[in-house]
């Protein structure tokens, strides 16, 4: 696992090479620099022969600042009422991608500030695009970085998120044979050593066959290959104090598809290693949590990684299978298989859930295409009953844009509900329908309707004795970079997000 250092450099002389800096990145309007007037002047001088300035990134022989280099990172118009916070983050990744390559190796990021109400968090945003810069993948030799920032407040939850979010990128990155699933278990294993998140690894299959039998079924070709063969990876992280959240996260680890015997084609199969992004964000924020550990929070979490294989023994569509909570369910498309995957885990949370106070629960998955086709690079939030009474879809969106990982918020209807209805009277619902999900109305809301029931938690709606509140997080379409999505480097969404939902809403 590679690691990136974030320093407060708030120091008088910083910007004049104080501390080592190499170089600095100026990411927005440096006329708003109120407080750096150097800087402001050079940009000023440079305007006068460059007409690039304030148009694109671009570096300056800057003699007396640190390192000699300035390197400007504009953000463009941000008054239209569409733009957001995500400029910050383009704009610190284009102007840390300069200075890298100009061999800085101590950047010195100074961010401008801005007025607006949707940019409240454009120093924390532009961290992050610097962040995903700088990352290098765990199997590449990368130069160590540091990263100073002025005007940091919180210099210990920068360092703990960026760790969770490489750990991310490198569970949700890594090839189908570097992150088959018992390399991601030992991958978590490794990474909670010695830390306050405790881990235990279900690998045994006559336990998972029994306990999880919907998961089993996706993993059948899988089972004989051990290189391949499934894991449930089991998280728990609690806080000191009286305990005010208590959260549980189910992770989709499908480290690779083939779609089974519903077997991709015409190199659908491309990509198909970062089927597993919904599991490595669940343990990106674990990984937060471990070096943060804040008080009062409980998470628990259960990741599902598994192999879609195609083999002699891999199940096939009209398959009759019964879940971990008891529904009895005929399988549509085997390669509708992550909702599979998360009905299981999820019914073994529903039942810790349902013994804890004001629990919430939250399934995060690259589940479907449609989601991409319905809302481009953007993910994807669905409540039930009993989260959207609370308004909780409203909140995390809310949250999403003021860190950068936008979602649209979904509603589940009576129509995801139809197509799911059993076939016949052998069965109680049918997985999936018979083609992909992009090609089928409310491709991404149906799926909700399937993981509610077959989990058990329709028994935990609003009219129950004990009703738990549930929002389903579709990333399929921004879990990896929409400049590639086949081989583009994984965003690491929603681990920011989400930590700002836990800890400060």
Same mark, same amino acid.
């Given at each position: 696992?590679?690691?990136?250092?974030?320093?407060?450099?708030?120091?008088?002389?910083?910007? !004049?090479? @104080?501390?080592?800096?190499?170089?600095?990145?100026?990411?927005?309007?440096?006329? #708003?620099?109120?407080?750096?007037?150097?800087? &402001?002047?050079?940009?000023?001088?440079?305007?006068?022969?460059?007409?690039?300035?304030?148009?694109?990134?671009?570096?300056?022989?800057?003699?007396?600042?640190?390192?000699?280099?300035?390197?400007?990172?504009?953000?463009?118009?941000?008054?239209?009422?569409?733009?957001?916070?995500?400029?910050?983050?383009?704009?610190? =990744?284009?102007?840390?991608?300069?200075?890298?390559?100009?061999?800085?190796?101590?950047?010195?990021?100074?961010?401008? @500030?801005?007025?607006?109400?949707?940019?409240?968090?454009?120093?924390?945003?532009?961290?992050?695009?610097?962040?995903?810069?700088?990352? =290098?993948?765990?199997?590449?030799?990368?130069?160590?970085?540091?990263?100073?920032?002025?005007?940091?407040?919180?210099?210990?939850?920068?360092?703990?998120? @960026?760790?969770?979010?490489?750990?991310? #990128?490198?569970?949700?990155?890594?090839?189908?044979? =570097?992150?088959?699933?018992?390399?991601?278990?030992?991958?978590?294993? $490794?990474?909670?050593?010695?830390?306050?998140?405790?881990?235990?690894?279900?690998?045994?299959? $006559?336990?998972?066959?029994?306990?999880?039998?919907?998961?089993?079924? /996706?993993?059948?070709? *899988?089972?004989?290959?051990?290189?391949?063969?499934?894991?449930?990876?089991?998280?728990?992280?609690?806080?000191?104090?009286?305990?005010?959240?208590?959260?549980?996260?189910?992770?989709?680890?499908?480290?690779?598809?083939?779609?089974?015997?519903?077997?991709?084609?015409?190199?659908?199969?491309?990509?198909?290693? #970062?089927?597993?992004?919904?599991?490595?964000?669940?343990?990106?924020?674990?990984?937060?949590?471990?070096?943060? =550990?804040?008080?009062? /929070? &409980?998470?628990?979490?259960?990741?599902?990684?598994?192999?879609?294989?195609?083999?002699?023994?891999? !199940? /096939?569509?009209?398959?009759?299978?019964?879940?971990?909570?008891?529904?009895?369910?005929?399988?549509?498309?085997?390669?509708? $298989?992550? &909702?599979?995957?998360?009905?299981?885990?999820?019914?073994?949370?529903?039942?810790?859930?349902?013994?804890?106070?004001?629990?919430?629960?939250?399934?995060?998955?690259?589940?479907?295409?449609?989601?991409?086709?319905?809302?481009?690079?953007?993910?994807?939030?669905?409540?039930?009953?009993?989260?959207?009474?609370?308004?909780?879809?409203?909140?995390?969106?809310?949250?999403?844009?003021?860190?950068? @990982?936008?979602?649209?918020?979904?509603?589940?209807?009576?129509e995801d509900y139809a197509q799911v209805a059993a076939r016949s009277p052998s069965e109680r619902l049918?997985? *999936?329908?018979?083609?992909?999900?992009?090609?089928?109305?409310?491709?991404?809301?149906?799926?909700?309707?399937?993981?509610?029931?077959?989990?058990?938690?329709?028994?935990?709606?609003?009219?129950?004795?004990?009703?738990?509140?549930?929002?389903?997080?579709?990333?399929?379409?921004?879990?990896?970079?929409?400049?590639?999505?086949?081989?583009?480097?994984?965003?690491?969404?929603?681990?920011?997000?989400?930590?700002?939902?836990?800890?400060?809403?």
């Amino acid at each position: 696992m590679s690691k990136l250092l974030i320093v407060n450099a708030d120091h008088a002389d910083a910007l !004049f090479g @104080e501390g080592g800096w190499d170089a600095v990145v100026v990411v927005g309007e440096p006329e #708003r620099l109120e407080a750096h007037p150097e800087i &402001r002047q050079l940009v000023s001088h440079a305007a006068h022969v460059d007409a690039r300035i304030g148009r694109e990134p671009l570096m300056l022989l800057a003699p007396g600042l640190a390192g000699g280099r300035l390197v400007l990172a504009p953000t463009g118009d941000l008054t239209a009422e569409y733009e957001d916070v995500r400029r910050f983050a383009e704009a610190a =990744q284009a102007g840390v991608g300069i200075a890298l390559r100009a061999g800085a190796r101590k950047p010195l990021l100074v961010v401008a @500030e801005h007025d607006d109400l949707r940019y409240s968090n454009a120093l924390e945003v532009a961290l992050l695009g610097a962040g995903h810069e700088i990352y =290098q993948p765990f199997d590449v030799a990368g130069p160590d970085v540091t990263l100073g920032v002025l005007g940091l407040d919180d210099m210990a939850r920068a360092n703990a998120l @960026e760790n969770g979010r490489i750990a991310a #990128r490198d569970l949700c990155g890594g090839d189908p044979e =570097q992150m088959a699933p018992p390399a991601f278990a030992d991958y978590c294993v $490794e990474l909670f050593a010695d830390s306050p998140v405790s881990v235990s690894v279900i690998d045994d299959p $006559e336990t998972l066959v029994r306990d999880y039998p919907l998961l089993s079924a /996706v993993a059948r070709a *899988s089972f004989a290959v051990p290189r391949h063969a499934p894991r449930v990876v089991r998280l728990e992280y609690v806080g000191e104090g009286v305990i005010s959240r208590n959260w549980f996260l189910a992770g989709k680890g499908v480290t690779f598809d083939t779609g089974g015997a519903d077997l991709k084609i015409g190199g659908a199969m491309a990509g198909m290693s #970062r089927d597993k992004g919904g599991a490595a964000a669940v343990a990106g924020l674990m990984a937060t949590l471990a070096q943060l =550990q804040p008080k009062g /929070v &409980r998470v628990v979490a259960e990741l599902g990684l598994v192999r879609n294989s195609i083999g002699s023994e891999a !199940f /096939v569509p009209d398959e009759i299978i019964e879940s971990h909570a008891g529904v009895k369910v005929r399988i549509g498309n085997t390669d509708a $298989e992550g &909702r599979l995957v998360l009905a299981d885990v999820l019914s073994h949370l529903r039942l810790a859930a349902a013994e804890s106070d004001d629990p919430v629960m939250m399934s995060l998955a690259t589940l479907t295409g449609h989601v991409g086709r319905a809302y481009g690079p953007y993910s994807a939030v669905i409540e039930n009953g009993v989260a959207r009474g609370q308004a909780m879809g409203g909140q995390l969106q809310m949250v999403s844009e003021l860190w950068g @990982e936008p979602f649209e918020l979904s509603r589940l209807r009576r129509e995801d509900y139809a197509q799911v209805a059993a076939r016949s009277p052998s069965e109680r619902l049918l997985s *999936s329908n018979n083609g992909a999900s992009v090609n089928i109305a409310r491709g991404h809301q149906f799926p909700m309707a399937f993981l509610v029931q077959a989990s058990g938690l329709d028994q935990h709606g609003l009219g129950s004795d004990h009703p738990i509140a549930y929002m389903h997080l579709d990333i399929a379409a921004s879990a990896v970079e929409k400049r590639d999505p086949l081989y583009g480097q994984p965003t690491a969404a929603p681990v920011a997000t989400l930590l700002a939902n836990l800890l400060d809403h």
